[in-house]
Each structure stands twice: as structure tokens, then as C-alpha cells.
Nanobody, 127 residues
Framework: QVQLVESGGGLVQAGGSLRLSCAAS????????MGWFRQAPGKEREFVAA????????NYLDSVKGRFTISRDNAKNMVYLQMNSLKPEDTAVYYC????????????????????WGQGTQVTVSS
């Protein structure tokens, strides 16, 4: 079992930045591909970014490319999402997720591809 805890959310003005963190416990993070998802009120959970086991490969939602950066530190069992140039449409609860992955490749797309989830952290961007 992998336990995930997100932190770093908050209220920020449009154009501002936030850095989300995801702390993993229970098992070493290195065998797991990691992802960030978000869910706005009344909407389905949406893929935001994914990173491979080694951190060498990433994948992003088109609307966040160039603004968001996913990274990981396997030695610290941590995953991060740096969010710059935030927009009001980025407002959502952001979730960290993990899935065991034999290949060193990111896992993008449906939330159903992931096995472990954190409780989420709220990000609110005011206009």
C-alpha cells in the first residue's frame, strides 16, 4: 500500500504561482509512475500531469503545458507540481496519484489507470 498526502494548495491571484507537494509513505516511490489530477465542482476528475518512475519522462494536459511542471525526488519519496501563470480555470481540488509501473513511462489519461490516491488539496485562483 502507498499512502499519499498532498499539500501546498491555497488562494492565489491570476498570474501567480503555487507549488504542490505529494508525500508518499508505506513503500518506496521509485517503482511507481505518478500523476496529478484535478476536479472542479460539477466536473469529472481531469488528468493534469504525469511522470515516469525515473522522472525522465513527463506528459501534460495541453492547457497546462508551458505553465506547469511535474517533478519527483525518489530519495525523499516526494512528487511536486509547480504551477505558474495560474488562471481562474485552474481552480480545482488537486490530487496526487500512483500506479505501479514496470516500464519507465508516464501514465496519462484516465484516472482509472491509477491505484492510489491522496485526499486532495484545494487550489483557488481569483481573477
Amino acid at each position: 500500500q502507498v499512502q499519499l498526502v498532498e499539500s501546498g494548495g491555497g488562494l492565489v491571484q491570476a498570474g501567480g504561482s503555487l507549488r504542490l507537494s505529494c508525500a508518499a509513505s508505506g513503500r518506496a516511490l521509485s517503482p511507481y509512475a505518478m500523476g496529478w489530477f484535478r476536479q472542479a465542482p460539477g466536473k469529472e476528475r481531469e488528468f493534469v500531469a504525469a511522470i515516469s518512475r525515473s522522472g525522465g519522462n513527463t506528459n501534460y494536459l495541453d492547457s497546462v503545458k508551458g505553465r506547469f511542471t511535474i517533478s519527483r525526488d525518489n530519495a525523499k519519496n516526494m512528487v511536486y507540481l509547480q504551477m505558474n501563470s495560474l488562471k481562474p480555470e485552474d481552480t480545482a481540488v488537486y490530487y496526487c496519484a500512483a500506479v505501479f509501473r514496470a516500464l519507465d513511462a508516464p501514465v496519462a489519461g484516465s484516472a482509472s489507470r491509477y491505484d492510489y490516491w491522496g485526499q486532495g488539496t484545494q487550489v483557488t485562483v481569483s481573477s
